[in-house]
């Protein structure tokens, strides 16, 4: 679910009925387009869609995987306002995927890194 003025980073509240003010399309353009890559992703992922979960969530990060057919998906997002140290369940150690939002062939190890609110999406190789 998207709120009214999130997928451009509205700076003020926008108050239902919607009608007091206006939403500018144009003041962050990178947040709209990081939107519409992760909605054309799940767009064209079955997985995403309508795969299986596996939850392997922490009290700070959440961590899942959805699987469908040949389609895994990995989704590992900071909750936090801190860089937490994550470390990949061990089905997952060493196992190489494809980072859908930056590209390239991610090598995972042991531990991962997520800076305060990130959030990264890999697909199988």
Do not use: H
Not at 20 to 25: G, L, Q, V, Y
Not at 44 to 68: H, L, P
């Amino acid at each position: 679910m998207i709120y009214n003025g999130e997928e451009v980073g509205t700076p003020y509240r926008l108050v239902f009925p919607f009608t007091s003010k206006k939403i500018d399309w144009s003041i962050n353009p990178g947040i709209t387009a990081e939107y519409k890559k992760v909605i054309a992703f799940r767009n064209n992922s079955m997985a995403i869609r309508r795969g299986t979960v596996a939850s392997y969530s922490t009290s700070d990060i959440c961590a899942f995987t959805k699987e469908q057919n040949d389609e895994k998906v990995m989704v590992l997002a900071n909750l936090r306002n801190k860089a937490i140290d994550y470390t990949i369940p061990k089905v997952y150690v060493n196992s190489k995927w494809i980072d859908v939002m930056k590209g390239g062939v991610v090598d995972l190890g042991d531990k991962m890194t997520l800076e305060p609110y990130t959030y990264r999406i890999f697909r199988n190789k």
